[in-house]
């Protein structure tokens, strides 16, 4: 009994774009850090994103994003989540986004965003240092 | 509302963050299960196995559908490959699952091995009891792809197909004495690829020559063609499976009795090894015995395992 906790993270695409080389680079990044990753392939919507999220018990959701529309979709999502009593979730965004965006997506409780250049070994230690797996539950 | 009221209840929050708890061997995990257990036994557990890319989660995808449009709710549990190097694992099954995301009348879980050997978890039967105590009408298991023996979801499923493809033919007479002799009901999937034919011919010369699941010599494993991209031949999967269920039913239920029974003697020897297992290496740590001594006096031979393991025993159990 009592093996160490996994972390569980969702890597999921909300919106219409189709590009989803980077949310595969960074699933198998997550994957070789030795992380448990969800992924869903692209075309998602936030509900679709919080039901899997919450179905799975993942410690983070991963977005990734390249076609703007993250300024319905991210805030949508976090509403999702405080609707379900899931806000405990640690959700980061990767992608393309205007810069004046970022602390408007901060402000709503994104906790990070990686744009394009971040580095991999950076993020996988971002994830180490900044998201912990949850406690077990008590009967 | 206390963790086990949520759960029979059907909360699926709760439901997921046990099934972590218990894929974590969580001490407090089991805790609940011993109260939820008594709460199960009402589920149909379904098992789909095959080689990787022969179709299973599209077909689980499209078998939920038709559960789901004759009224019954469907627990999934879809399991992927953990990486033996670095313990990771990209869970992917869901992808050709989405359309239910949305239906709470389905609960998908995905699953990693987590370098468990034999097609399923380790905690693979725990979850099902969980499921099973939600209330879900059906659970299905979906193996990660398996070779020639990972053969655990015969032991736990209520019926077991085995998904295979065209052009397999030469794989199907190959592994006709591992996982061939597990399925209850057959899938020949892409059915619409050359030799669809010919794979069903030769899985039915296999039937025909005698391949039964032994103890199960009178139900003949029926061989379903389908296309499960476009929703072919998914019905008369679902027709099978219920002739099936009424096969296990019939003479007094005495098929569905050695089923459940094999299904409980499996449970119970699992946890049985594990928690033996775990007892006595803590026994072992209490008493300052090292695992790495041991293991270096075998390596050089100053010792075998039959006699450490031997001692051990001796030692601890009395």
């Not at chain 2, 990209?90 to 879980?109: A, C, N």
């Not at chain 2, 006096?297 to 100053?302: G, I, L, P």
Request: net charge neutral; aromatic share 4%.
């Amino acid at each position: 009994m009592a093996e160490e906790r996994k972390l569980r993270i969702l890597i999921a695409k909300p919106g219409l774009d189709g590009h989803d080389r980077g949310a595969r680079v960074i699933a198998r990044a997550f994957r070789d850090a030795g992380f448990e990753v969800v992924y869903t392939g692209c075309h998602q919507t936030p509900e679709q994103i919080v039901s899997t999220a919450i179905q799975e018990d993942v410690d983070l959701i991963g977005l990734s994003i390249l076609s703007g529309a993250h300024r319905y979709s991210f805030p949508r999502i976090m509403e999702l989540l405080k609707e379900n009593n899931a806000e405990d979730i640690t959700v980061i965004g990767g992608g393309i986004f205007p810069l004046e965006d970022i602390p408007k997506l901060k402000a709503i409780g994104i906790k990070e965003i990686f744009e394009p250049g971040a580095k991999l070994d950076d993020i996988v230690q971002w994830v180490r240092t900044n998201v912990k797996p949850r406690k077990a539950m008590v009967a | 509302m206390s963790i086990v009221n949520q759960i029979l209840a059907g909360d699926v929050r709760a439901v997921a963050r046990l099934l972590r708890d218990i894929d974590d061997q969580m001490p407090s995990a089991r805790e609940i299960l011993k109260e939820l257990y008594p709460h199960t036994g009402k589920a149909y557990i379904l098992g789909f196995t095959g080689s990787p890319g022969v179709g299973k989660s599209t077909l689980v995808d499209q078998i939920a559908m038709e559960y789901r449009k004759r009224g019954l709710t469907v627990g999934i549990l879809a399991i992927d490959p953990t990486s033996p190097f670095t313990g990771g694992a990209i869970l992917g099954d869901r992808i050709r699952m989405q359309r239910h995301f949305l239906d709470s009348g389905v609960f998908i879980r995905s699953l990693a091995t987590r370098g468990h050997f034999g097609g399923l978890t380790k905690s693979t039967n725990d979850m099902i009891t969980v499921l099973d105590a939600m209330g879900k009408d059906i659970i299905i298991v979906e193996t990660v792809g398996v070779g020639q023996d990972e053969v655990d979801i015969a032991n736990c499923a209520h019926t077991t197909v085995l998904v295979t493809i065209p052009g397999m033919g030469d794989e199907v007479q190959a592994i006709k004495a591992g996982i061939m002799e597990i399925g209850n009901i057959f899938v020949v999937n892409k059915a619409d690829r050359e030799g669809s034919r010919k794979t069903v011919r030769e899985l039915r010369n296999l039937i025909e020559l005698g391949l039964r699941r032994l103890g199960d010599q009178h139900w003949e494993p029926p061989i379903i063609e389908t296309e499960a991209l476009k929703g072919r031949g998914i019905p008369e999967l679902l027709d099978a499976v219920e002739k099936h269920r009424q096969y296990l039913m019939e003479n007094d239920r005495s098929q569905w009795e050695a089923v459940t029974q094999k299904r409980a003697k499996t449970q119970l020897l699992e946890t049985l090894r594990e928690e033996a297992l775990a007892e006595l290496l803590r026994r072992m740590a209490n008493r300052g015995v090292s695992l790495d001594d041991l293991v270096r006096k075998v390596t050089a031979r100053e010792t075998d395992p039959y006699t450490v393991v031997q001692d051990l025993l001796q030692c601890e159990l009395k």
